[in-house]
């Protein structure tokens, strides 16, 4: 992709501006309204989401410390969100940056948590311009490096290396990574400590007491953190996404237990499709496989990316190498396991192909087996259920976590939430990654569990945290931009408003010429595009339209039919009227009307 080019920038909008505000410093009372104004010329640690609090997906926050009017900025997280049906032709959605680039003098640096598209989809379209460094583990280091290399993008970001258990200081923050389960290598929790306070940011976390691929999450130290004698008070802002979930998840283990079983059991074929960022499931799978006496073949690139990232790091030590999908034909059909990508539905993704009978290297029979070792995104289920479906009228078996434990998410359910919040013991929760429904139910958790302060915020709020924590002492201009093609823009400037009118409403243009007195010189032309083509009393709508530009002209009279303004609007007038008396909708119109 180019350099995409957007207008900036809206202005920040605070309650208070920096003049106001120092002019009321001015009169130096210190209580009541004053005294709270006053307070602000303190040290204090805020916290701002950006995006990712009152929705699930592009995930962005900024935690702001020193006085009011002086902060420094240390920057969670950079994500996207895929673009719905509502955004046609729009990839990815991601947290408008504007009040970061107003403050970009005082944005120290970006610290990612892990390598998830919802995390880090979005920095190397946004972070480059701040020319600040990025911190991330290995794992999320090499997933960066390896996703500009596969989008062509031209702009860099500098990364920084960080590791779990050794803190690194940026301005006022100092920064600690720690370990923790999810779906994908190196996901963190970050300890951030500034001299009013700390806060624990979760990241996208579970407690898994044995994943696959990874080290469990680090309980001694989130113990740690609740014991220590005379610590700073801490904020917890914390991932909300099962938050309406009884229990506890169930661990990776268990899913490669049964992946392992159906595996085994399996007559012929069998092609498992998940996440390619959940190294441990293709791990589990490869085991399995290894186990059954197959061989695992991969197909598609963002696993054959990510597998090879996993093996240069260590993380697939021990299995066989996984061969490409030339090989699949060779194989006897009880001696393959097939990974491969498209568990979203993604159209052109192997599965899909495969499901449609359209790939090139493989092809399933009646009798193989499909595994879905995913759960479909909300967004996604059609699609999904639609290449389902198409394998089953083929005849090909298919599990999906309706029929077995082949899937399980990667984030903490109640349980799980209270006895984090018993370890670290919190002063403050923050709950955030999540719908407003997620929000609340863990809000609800968390006042019951007796967290003495839930503040309840959503993308542009900003919370104070530390000292005197309060919901509500701010707020940032907040938005969205969509990546479209190779721009990056504003929903108002990207044009997806005029697109979806055109989906629904279809095009009519009509071109002619006049002359001076009025007669038809050329024309008229007319395009139709979008509409439906049937007929009503033996009319088609594309007669309709002809039939009313003609009847339209010739009502004008030649002398009013040289001012082309006149035909204009006349023509668009009866078109939009009569196509809506034959089909009940209104389409776009356009008109050309040229004087010669
Ligand atoms: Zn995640
Ligand atoms: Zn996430």
New binding site residues.
């Given amino acids: 992709m180019g350099t995409p080019s957007r207008t900036p920038s809206k202005a920040a909008s605070f309650l208070l501006d920096d003049g106001l505000f120092r002019a009321l410093l001015l009169l130096g009372r210190r209580d009541g309204v004053f005294g709270y104004l006053m307070a602000q010329n303190q040290d204090e640690l805020v916290f701002v989401p950006l995006g990712g609090v009152g929705e699930i997906g592009m995930n962005m926050g900024a935690y702001g410390f020193g006085p009011a009017f002086a902060r420094k900025w240390l920057v969670i997280d950079c994500g996207v969100t895929f673009g719905g049906p509502q955004q046609p032709g729009v990839e990815l959605v991601m947290a408008d940056p504007t009040f970061l680039e107003e403050n970009a003098d005082d944005v120290l640096g970006l610290v990612l948590?892990?390598a998830?598209e919802?995390?880090y989809g979005a920095v190397l379209d946004l972070w480059p311009g701040f020319d600040r460094p990025v911190f991330a583990t290995a794992f999320t280091a090499a997933m960066l490096v390896a996703k500009r290399a596969a989008d062509n993008i031209v702009d860099n970001v500098a990364i920084t290396q960080m590791r779990p258990g050794q803190p690194f200081q940026l301005g006022p923050f100092t920064i600690e990574a720690i370990n923790v389960a999810?779906?994908?290598p190196e996901?963190n929790a970050l300890l951030i400590t500034t001299p009013v306070g700390r806060v624990l940011h979760t990241?996208?976390w579970k407690l898994d007491p044995t994943p696959v691929g990874n080290a469990p999450t680090d309980v001694a130290r989130l113990e740690a953190i609740g014991a220590e004698e005379g610590a700073l008070p801490l904020a917890l802002v914390c991932d909300s996404t099962n938050a309406l979930k009884e229990g506890v998840s169930p661990s990776e283990a268990e899913i490669a237990q049964t992946l392992e079983e159906l595996i085994a059991a399996a007559p012929y074929r069998i092609a498992v499709t998940t996440f390619a960022s959940n190294v441990g499931r293709i791990i589990s799978v490869a085991r399995a496989a290894h186990k059954a006496g197959r061989q695992i073949v991969m197909s598609g690139r963002a696993m054959h990316r990510i597998s090879s990232i996993a093996r240069e790091l260590g993380m697939l030590e021990g299995l066989p190498p996984f061969l490409d999908q030339d090989a699949f034909r060779t194989l006897p059909r009880e001696k393959v396991v097939l990974l491969c990508t498209g568990s979203q539905g993604e159209p052109r993704a192997s599965i899909a192909r495969i499901a449609r009978g359209e790939h090139p290297a493989i092809d399933l029979n009646a009798g193989d087996r499909v595994i879905f070792s995913s759960w479909a995104i909300p967004g996604n289920e059609r699609e999904v259920i639609d290449i389902q479906n198409m394998l089953i009228d083929r005849g090909i078996e298919l599990i999906t976590r309706d029929d077995a434990l082949v899937h399980v998410t990667?984030?903490p359910r109640r349980e799980e939430l209270k006895r984090l919040y018993g370890w670290v013991k919190p002063q403050v929760l923050v709950p955030v990654h999540g719908e407003p429904v997620h929000l609340m139910a863990h809000a609800k958790l968390g006042r019951e569990s007796g967290i003495p302060n839930v503040l309840e915020a959503r993308n542009g709020d900003m919370v104070r945290l530390f000292p005197e924590p309060l919901n509500f002492p701010g707020e940032v201009r907040v938005g969205e931009l969509y990546l479209d093609g190779n721009v990056l823009c504003t929903p108002d400037e990207s044009g997806v408003k005029g697109r979806r009118r055109l989906s629904f409403g279809g095009h009519v243009v009509v071109s002619l010429c006049v002359s001076g007195n009025g007669s038809i010189a050329a024309g008229p032309e007319i395009v139709v595009e979008g509409l439906p083509e049937v007929e009503d009393d033996d009319e088609s709508l594309g007669q309709v339209i002809k039939r009313t530009v003609f009847g339209t002209l010739k009502s004008i009279p030649p002398k009013r039919r040289s001012d082309p303004e006149l035909v204009n609007t006349a023509l668009s007038k009866a078109v939009r009227n009569e196509v809506n008396a034959f089909w009940g909708r209104k389409p776009n119109v356009t008109v050309f009307v040229h004087r010669v």
């Fill in positions: 948590t892990h998830h919802d995390h999810h779906s994908i996901s990241g996208d990667g984030h």
